[in-house]
């Protein structure tokens, strides 16, 4: 894919802010209006942003009117929403966050109009629909003013005022841990939103988890760790959609309500950014099972490394050039780049090829318009804590892109709505099915079913009817999606729209899935499986004990590590069955199956059936059968119950980097615990091969003396921190999370004299100078603490790469006579260059003799130096830094 590089001028100090006035050569397509006096200034907060050489992208605002932007939501007409977040990810101080809303009246590129639509704190997630905006932030107490949780609140803005109508209305309150927002901000909470054309808002759900949230209509629910919830727009049928991710900000969703997450990276705990596709009840095991148990879990379909991936997209508009359509697009915040990934179908599932897109400085999130304007929003090193002078949001357009505007859906005809819902853009297709849902479910019906029962229809435009149909006709709709699954096209949406709504699914009868239980369509099959665990039938365990579980179904050797990102179609329908079989807690249906062709895979459900009757049917069962290979798995089993996950009272959190042995984090005994260790006792004392119950002790963490076992590690819970006793611990600051490192920062001053001390002793020395009367080497430091607050410093420390300071980023040169040089520039004229390598040393280049330059992305100071320090050393390293003010 060609790049294209602008040479935007920056005099930043490792993190770029401070904005230089000289000129630069600018390439037609981004040039600002020249009577614009601020448009060098505006454009110059782009940076070193890259992106095809095909699209035009231009600043739409900066940080005058969205500083430290968090997330953004584009209305289909175009209106820009954006979160303004000045107190970051780990800030506290509430009163520093608002909607903003910008609109670009005659789409020139530039915001005509502005408002503030409503103050929030932490804004997480935005999603327009109609008159209705959804935002999901952070929760002050206005007595004193500590975090109480999240809440996902709807706002209306009927006069369309760009100023919502009043105070917001609850959608689900306490959807995020109170606890840890209070102790360490919003950095592993509850994140973005988005619809799917099958009506729900989709929520991305950090790792805090949640405790007792609550829905409108009084429903609570439960989350340990991170996932995907979703919730209907009225705030009803509250439900956890997928479990086991770490860290997510965001989802994207494809026509077909494919769902796909980029992960957040686990600091080096073996837990690195993942791309993923999420089927619904699926589990992708952070942080107990995707390191030792890989076999129970839905791997990523790929694992690229370190990073922060924050918002999604699914691009889905015929304005865009093919090659960038029809693809998840994902933000990473770490690496401050757009990625593409390019799905290629497996089965039920996908593998992929990940590509860079656009290189935007610490982008937040990314949304698209019904008219084919992407924007993107990026925080540009506004820092873990925000700020007001840092930030904003770019406009992205192919070239030779031409503006339609989209349709009022309110001023539409039903003619003109259902073209909508039928045409090749996602975002006008979700429009007109909301708008027509809301203005009449008859009609809505009638239409709907014309569209979804065409089968001369784009099946994404067939896909939108059948979805539309069965939120606008309910349970009267059901004959006609039951024998819609008879029409092998859209036979797995039929299914899925058939077993989405809980308030009907009473009504749905079996026949259907059951049938699409031996259907050739691996998605049929999946639709089938996933709806027979939501039907609540226990009837058809049976038939979901039938499905057959793939060779690739084996536990990691104890104490490797399985293949956790490596796709694996295989293993989703099993997977699948075993999860509707705990739904419908199945524990008879499984233990019959013992023994049977259908063993495996009814062994593999009970392991999560934590039942005194389950225990005994399988103790039962072990004495009954002579087949030695049986006993052993079911001993396997019987240990796997012997514990289990302690019920989550929101009162813990396990950490940035947890104990990830498994199968349990915080494991408690129960009442089949003492059974089940009678058993494992007396099989113990009579066999030869006193190994495998050595082995199953440390795998399973039974805590059985008797059996010998490898030292147990305590569950690290998150706990209040004594940094007096662990401040002065050597590589504290390479054992920790950055944001660990940020909070441990704010609560420790720093000895200045140790610091100026560490600044030699750590190497600093040999690039940076602190006096204008030494000889220049890399980023000057004399007066850094004028520029950085002491938070920015330690950032550009521990991630230096983060964002590179205009002047002093690495290059590389090859010269005449074979030669390369790696350094930063310092001295340049028409006739020779001067660089500076790692070491000090100084080369002196004739111009003349360069044969090629290319700028590197990575800075020649290298990560990990201030890892061998402790809190109470970085801290005054820091200190000293923020003191140079010369």
């Not at 999606?481 to 949406?493: G, M, Q, R, S």
């Not at 009837?539 to 536990?555: C, D, H, R």
Request: charge should be neutral; proline fraction near 5%.
């Amino acid at each position: 894919m060609l790049k294209f590089t602008l040479p935007f001028f920056t005099i930043a100090l490792l993190l770029s802010g401070t904005l230089t006035e000289t000129p630069s050569s600018q390439p037609e397509n981004l040039s600002l209006q020249a009577q614009d006096p601020n448009a060098q200034r505006r454009d110059s907060l782009l940076n070193t942003s890259t992106w095809p050489e095909d699209l035009n992208v231009t600043l739409f605002t900066g940080p005058d009117l969205t500083p430290s932007p968090a997330c953004l939501a584009v209305a289909p007409t175009g209106e820009v929403y954006v979160g303004v977040d000045k107190m970051g990810s780990l800030g506290k101080e509430p009163g520093k966050g608002s909607i903003v809303k910008l609109t670009d009246t005659n789409n020139d590129g530039k915001v005509d109009q502005h408002s503030v639509f409503a103050e929030v704190d932490n804004p997480r997630g935005i999603l327009i629909q109609g008159d209705q905006v959804f935002v999901l932030h952070t929760v002050f107490s206005k007595e004193n003013k500590v975090a109480t949780g999240m809440d996902l609140v709807v706002f209306e803005d009927k006069n369309q005022d760009g100023v919502a109508d009043g105070p917001s209305k609850p959608v689900i309150q306490h959807i995020s841990n109170p606890t840890f927002l209070q102790n360490r901000g919003t950095d592993h909470a509850t994140n973005g939103i988005r619809m799917g054309i099958d009506g729900w808002i989709y929520i991305a759900v950090g790792d805090f988890g949640f405790h007792n949230a609550i829905d409108r209509t009084g429903k609570q629910l439960t989350m340990l760790g991170g996932g995907i919830a979703r919730v209907r727009p009225d705030g009803s049928e509250f439900e956890i959609y997928t479990h086991g991710t770490r860290n997510i900000y965001d989802v994207a969703i494809d026509p077909y309500m494919n769902t796909f997450t980029r992960d957040n990276t686990n600091d080096g705990g073996g837990w690195n950014i993942r791309f993923s596709h999420h089927i619904q009840s699926g589990e992708y095991g952070y942080p107990t099972l995707f390191k030792h148990f890989t076999d129970e879990i839905i791997p990523a379909l790929i694992d690229v490394g370190g990073g922060s991936g924050t918002g999604a997209l699914y691009m889905d508009d015929p304005s865009w050039p093919e090659k960038y359509n029809h693809v998840p697009m994902m933000a990473d915040w770490g690496r401050s780049q757009l990625y593409i990934h390019r799905l290629i179908p497996d089965a039920a599932t996908f593998t992929q090829k990940e590509e860079e897109f656009i290189k935007i400085p610490q982008i937040t999130d990314v949304d698209i318009d019904a008219s084919g304007r992407v924007y993107l929003s990026a925080w540009d090193g506004a820092g873990y804590s925000g700020s007001p002078s840092k930030g904003f949001v770019t406009r992205v357009i192919p070239k030779n892109w031409s503006y339609k505007p989209f349709t009022d859906v309110k001023k539409a005809s039903f003619k003109e709505l259902s073209s909508l819902l039928a045409s090749g853009s996602g975002v006008a297709r979700l429009a007109a099915q909301q708008e027509l849902i809301a203005r009449s479910a008859k009609k809505a019906s009638s239409i709907a079913w014309k569209i979804a029962s065409n089968n001369k229809l784009p099946l994404d435009s067939r896909v939108a009817g059948i979805y539309t149909y069965s939120q606008a006709s309910g349970a009267e709709g059901i004959a006609k999606l039951v024998k819609l699954t008879e029409d092998k096209e859209v036979a797995e949406f039929a299914l899925r729209a058939l077993a989405d709504r809980q308030p009907i699914l009473s009504q749905v009868p079996a026949e259907p899935f059951l049938a699409g239980l031996n259907d050739s369509n691996p998605r049929i099959q999946i639709a089938s499986i996933i709806g027979l665990g939501r039907l609540n039938k226990p009837e058809a365990a049976q038939s979901l004990l039938k499905v057959k579980v793939p060779a690739s179904f084996v536990a990691p050797a104890l104490n490797t590590e399985g293949p956790h990102a490596t796709p694996n179609s295989a293993i989703v329908p099993a997977h699948l069955a075993v999860r509707s079989l705990v739904n419908l807690h199945a524990v008879d249906a499984c233990i019959n199956a013992i023994g049977s062709d259908n063993s495996t895979l009814a062994l593999w459900a009970l392991r999560y059936m934590h039942d005194p009757k389950a225990v005994a049917g399988l103790i039962t069962a072990y004495n009954r059968t002579s087949d030695a290979a049986l006993k052993k798995n079911i001993l396997i089993t019987l240990g796997r119950l012997y514990k289990k996950e302690a019920p989550y009272d929101g009162s813990w959190w396990w950490s940035t980097r947890p104990d990830t042995h498994g199968p349990y984090y915080k494991a408690i005994d129960w009442e089949g615990s003492e059974p089940i260790k009678k058993l494992l006792l007396q099989e113990w004392n009579k066999t030869s091969d006193k190994q495998f119950f050595t082995d199953l002790n440390s795998r399973l963490r039974l805590e059985i003396p008797e059996f010998g076992v490898e030292e147990i590690v305590a569950a690290k819970e998150e706990v209040k921190v004594d940094l007096e006793k662990i401040k002065n611990k050597k590589g504290q600051i390479g054992e920790s999370s950055i944001e660990d490192v940020m909070l441990a920062l704010a609560k420790i001053d720093g000895n200045a004299a140790l610091g100026k001390t560490l600044f030699t002793q750590q190497g600093c020395i040999a690039c940076h100078s602190l006096s204008k009367s030494e000889t220049m080497k890399g980023p000057f430091m004399g007066q850094i603490g004028s520029i950085m607050n002491r938070e920015q410093i330690a950032e550009s420390i521990l991630k230096p790469n983060a964002s590179i300071s205009q002047g002093f980023a690495t290059v590389f040169i090859t010269a005449k006579g074979n030669k390369s040089y790696t350094g930063f520039v310092t001295e340049e004229s028409s006739t020779r260059l001067v660089l500076r390598d790692i070491a000090g040393q100084v080369y002196t280049l004739k111009t003349a003799d360069i044969l090629s330059r290319k700028e590197m992305e990575t800075s020649m100071m290298p990560p990990g130096l201030a890892n061998a320090l402790s809190y109470e050393e970085f801290a005054s390293l820091v200190t000293f830094l923020s003191q140079q003010k010369k």
